[in-house]
């Protein structure tokens, strides 16, 4: 009697200790085949939206594309990504996007160039050391697109006057919808650039110093990839009204700094046109270039550009002072009452 009794308890102890790793099994086995439903629920959620983007006339190729990710995130990788709609043709090397299964709608993605965007006419090619981007959906669309760039370097060609090339340590990039501006068509846009070289800039201010850029931008009247040419996309933009409110931008470049705000937009021939709010430190020596010796001595020594800047110090630098607005208009360059001589703004495009 009491053997069968210790026979029998015995049993249910064996029972409780192996219970928790059988449930752990079943549970593992569950989330298995769930990840792989979820996994072809996003292979086919891809193949339909290639398929609505080829009905767009958007066609994109994702070679050896894979989907993995297994247990809790899904994957999907790309060896070289492009895109083509009408003239434009954009193409990067390999892509690799990431989303929790938890979290769908949050997709962070690491992109190796390079980067090769042509109309036919207009190219920008790009390099970087690291790209990462996260993009962030609801179900109205876009929520918010970040971008973050190590050793960036961006050329352009095809667009007047002549090529733009430029370099930076680090880049940051975040896009938004305005959520007060959706009648607009308004995107909001900051971007921070450290240790950039900008030749325009060494040219027009002097010295090889690089520049750290900040800003924050409105862009009006913006609208999704078309595949119109670039030059088609500017005449759209511009004959809808399509402007630039520049809320902050500033610029560092050695012991010259430069902040300012207004608004640009495009004239009828196609040239840059707007007003801007300025103030700086350091920019003596850029007045009398621009203006002439006389007018930028004049000018430096009433702004207190050539000495000591009112309002203190900041940092050990030069307090920014305030300059009169830099106007753009008729293909002229104006800072305050004085036109710029020499200085014709071209049609960019």
Same mark, same amino acid.
């Given at each position: 009697m009491d053997e069968a009794a210790s026979a029998g308890t015995g049993r249910y102890s064996r029972f409780w200790l192996y219970t928790p790793f059988v449930l752990l099994l079943l549970v593992a086995v569950a989330w298995s085949a769930a990840w792989f439903a979820i996994r072809s629920r996003a292979g086919d959620a891809l193949d339909g939206w290639l398929t609505a983007e080829a009905r767009a006339g958007r066609q994109w190729t994702c070679q050896d594309r894979t989907i993995g990710g297994y247990p809790f995130r899904i994957e999907v990788i790309c060896s070289s990504l492009s895109v083509r709609q009408g003239a434009v043709t954009a193409s990067l090397g390999r892509v690799e996007s990431v989303a929790q299964v938890y979290q769908p709608r949050f997709v962070i993605t690491e992109i190796d160039g390079p980067l090769r965007l042509t109309d036919g006419t207009v190219t920008v090619q790009g390099s970087w050391d690291l790209l990462q981007t996260s993009f962030h &959906? *609801?179900?109205?669309?876009? %929520?918010?697109?970040?971008?973050?760039? =190590?050793?960036? !370097?961006? +050329?352009?060609?095809? $667009?007047?006057?002549?090529?733009?090339?430029?370099?930076?340590?680090?880049?940051?990039?975040?896009?938004?919808?305005?959520?007060?501006?959706?009648?607009?068509?308004?995107?909001?846009?900051?971007?921070?650039?450290?240790?950039a070289s900008i030749p325009f800039l060494d040219a027009l201010?002097?010295?090889?110093?690089?520049?750290?850029?900040?800003?924050?931008?409105?862009?009006?009247? &913006? *609208?999704?990839?078309?595949? %119109?040419?670039?030059?088609?996309?500017? =005449?759209?933009? !511009?004959? +809808?009204?399509?402007? $630039?409110?520049?809320?902050?931008?500033?610029?560092?470049?050695?012991?010259?700094?430069?902040?300012?705000?207004?608004?640009?937009?495009?004239?009828?021939?196609h040239r840059p046109q707007g007003q801007l709010a300025v103030a700086a430190a350091g920019l003596d020596g850029l007045l009398d270039n621009l203006l002439g010796r006389r007018n930028g001595a004049l000018l430096s020594a009433l702004l207190g550009q050539g000495g000591r800047a009112p309002g203190g110090q900041a940092e050990g630098r030069p307090a920014l002072a305030p300059l009169p607005p830099i106007r753009l208009d008729n293909g002229r360059l104006a800072f305050g009452p004085f036109v710029i001589p020499n200085i014709s703004l071209p049609a960019i495009y």
């Open positions: &959906a *609801e179900p109205a669309g876009l %929520r918010r697109l970040s971008l973050v760039a =190590e050793a960036p !370097r961006i +050329a352009v060609t095809g $667009l007047a006057p002549g090529e733009i090339a430029t370099s930076g340590q680090h880049l940051e990039l975040h896009v938004r919808p305005n959520p007060s501006r959706g009648t607009d068509k308004a995107y909001d846009a900051a971007l921070s650039v450290k240790q201010v002097g010295g090889s110093e690089r520049t750290d850029v900040d800003s924050d931008v409105t862009v009006t009247q &913006a *609208e999704g990839f078309r595949g %119109r040419p670039i030059v088609e996309e500017l =005449e759209r933009w !511009r004959g +809808a009204g399509g402007k $630039l409110d520049v809320l902050m931008l500033s610029l560092a470049k050695g012991g010259r700094r430069v902040e300012a705000k207004g608004e640009l937009r495009l004239d009828e021939l």
